[in-house]
C-alpha cells in the first residue's frame, strides 16, 4: 500500500501495525502520512510504528540491495522523540515507548548507517475527548 495514499474510509481501525514501514516514508510526507494513519483509526485506536534513529544524526540512507539484488531503498530516519512529536501534531497520544532490537542486531546496514531501533504505540483520542 502507498502510506501517502491510503484509500480505506475513516475510521476503518482499531488498530494499526507498522513494522518498519514508515521507515521508507520521505521525511516530507511523514506528518501528512501520520494524519492519514491517524484518520483511519476509530476513536481509541492503536496506532504502532516500530522506526529507527541514527546515532549519526543521518535524516536518511539509501540499502542497494533490499532483500534482493538490484532493489534499491530510501530510508530514512526520525528520532524517538521527533516522531512522538509528530504523533501529538496529529492528536495521537503516544503510551509506549521500548527500544526492543532483533536478534540479529546490527545488522549491517544498522551498523553502517548507526541505527538503533525502537517502538511506539500511540493512541487516538475517544470522541468525546477529540472534540473537546
Do not use: W
Not at 529507527?52 to 533490499?66: F, K, T
Amino acid at each position: 500500500a502507498d502510506l501517502a495514499a491510503l484509500c480505506f474510509r475513516a475510521e476503518a481501525f482499531d488498530g494499526i501495525f507498522a513494522l518498519a514501514s514508515f521507515l521508507h516514508v520521505p521525511r516530507p510526507l511523514g506528518r501528512p502520512v501520520l494524519a492519514a494513519l491517524a484518520r483511519l483509526l476509530a476513536p481509541g485506536g492503536v496506532l504502532y510504528l516500530h522506526h529507527v534513529a541514527s546515532s549519526r544524526g543521518l535524516e536518511g540512507y539509501r540499502i542497494d540491495g533490499l532483500l534482493i539484488p538490484d532493489n534499491p531503498a530510501l530510508c530514512y530516519c526520525h528520532s524517538q522523540e521527533e516522531l512522538a512529536a509528530l504523533l501529538a501534531a496529529e492528536g495521537m497520544r503516544v503510551v509506549s515507548a521500548t527500544r526492543f532490537r532483533p536478534a540479529r542486531y546490527p545488522s549491517e546496514s544498522a551498523a553502517r548507517h548507526g541505527l538503533e531501533p525502537y517502538q511506539l504505540a500511540a493512541v487516538k483520542p475517544p470522541a468525546a475527548a477529540a472534540s473537546s
